[in-house]
């Protein structure tokens, strides 16, 4: 089981409104819609999408990270680096 597991149906809504919000933006350049218009919803996913990965590293830290963490001391930090890949690729992003 994932950590996102129990808020599995609130990742999911939440990623389908994103994608409503995606196509959005491609129908607003469609029309030619003025181009501030259009980057502003394109933060407001692009903040809508890093809402749900900080939730899904929360979980993996709360949840893998720590049940690694229990099994043993190598498996703690192998999560561990893990998701400080996981970090440093959101952050670069």
Known sequence: MHGY?????DYLKRLRRIEGQVRGIARMVDEDTYCIDVLTQ??????ALQAVSIGLVEDHLGHCVVDAARRSPQEGEEKVREAADAIARLVRS
């Open 42 to 47: 394109i933060a407001a996913v692009t903040k």
């Open 5 to 9: 597991t129990t808020d599995k149906d």
